[in-house]
T-cell receptor, first 114, second 114 residues
Framework: EAQVTQNPRYLITVTGKKLTVTCSQN?????MSWYRQDPGLGLRQIYY???????DKGDVPEGYKVSRKEKRNFPLILESPSPNQTSLYFC?????????????FGPGTRLTVL | AQSVSQHNHHVILSEAASLELGCNYS??????LFWYVQYPGQHLQLLLK??????LVKGIKGFEAEFIKSKFSFNLRKPSVQWSDTAEYFC????????????FGRGTSLIVHP
């Protein structure tokens, strides 16, 4: 089944403890991206990747890192999480440029930073 | 940079009522437009998209949207809603030649009472 998977789905952590949220797609998509969803703010772009080893910042990249060493995986790294990073995170992928192509979203990761 | 405004944050309807959700964007150039839907407990998925051509776009599940360039709007409509349409709806816009990743509105929560 074609899908985007994220792990973990739920995570509670403490300030400063490094964490990684994994994202994997099995559709051989070129483009992948990360969003965070906050009440009243909709989805905001964190980072995106156009291909292996090619990444760029979105609208709210501060406090986040990403890597794209393999086409299928696009992990989101929080080196030193803070409470303002408590949010619902979505990974998405698309075959080609998401400005025109349909994005396929993962199920979301709900992160709480205490 | 483009921005997206969804005016209706919460909409409550009875089954068989007609639906119109507003979406306005601010960008003077050519745009690509999307509506995504997030059903309770499910991934975001594409409802419909518009790039060019007929400004009246038909999507899945009986939804349609009309692009009115002079009003910078892309409102979503459905003549008769069902209980199963209860979901969160997101409008997204991408400025041609700009960032790869669409900008999302804050979302509209729709509740349909049976």
């Amino acid at each position: 089944e074609a899908q985007v998977t994220q792990n973990p789905r739920y995570l509670i952590t403490v300030t400063g403890k490094k964490l990684t949220v994994t994202c994997s797609q099995n559709m051989n998509h070129e483009y992948m991206s990360w969003y965070r969803q906050d009440p009243g703010l909709g989805l905001r772009q964190i980072y995106y990747s156009m291909n292996v080893e090619v990444t760029d910042k979105g609208d709210v990249p501060e406090g986040y890192k990403v890597s794209r060493k393999e086409k299928r995986n696009f992990p989101l790294i929080l080196e030193s999480p803070s409470p303002n990073q408590t949010s619902l995170y979505f990974c998405a992928s698309s075959w080609s440029d998401p400005s025109t192509d349909t994005q396929y979203f993962g199920p979301g990761t709900r992160l709480t930073v205490l | 940079a483009q921005s997206v405004s969804q005016h209706n944050h919460h909409v409550i309807l009875s089954e068989a009522a007609s639906l119109e959700l507003g979406c306005n964007y601010s960008y003077g150039g050519t745009v690509n437009l999307f509506w995504y839907v997030q059903y309770p407990g499910q991934h975001l998925q594409l409802l419909l998209k518009y790039f060019s051509g007929d400004p009246l776009v038909k999507g899945i599940k009986g939804f349609e949207a009309e692009f009115i360039k002079s009003k910078f709007s892309f409102n979503l409509r459905k003549p008769s809603v069902q209980w199963s349409d209860t979901a969160e709806y997101f409008c997204a816009v991408n400025a041609r030649g700009g960032s790869y990743i669409p900008t999302f509105g804050r979302g509209t929560s729709l509740i349909v009472h049976p």
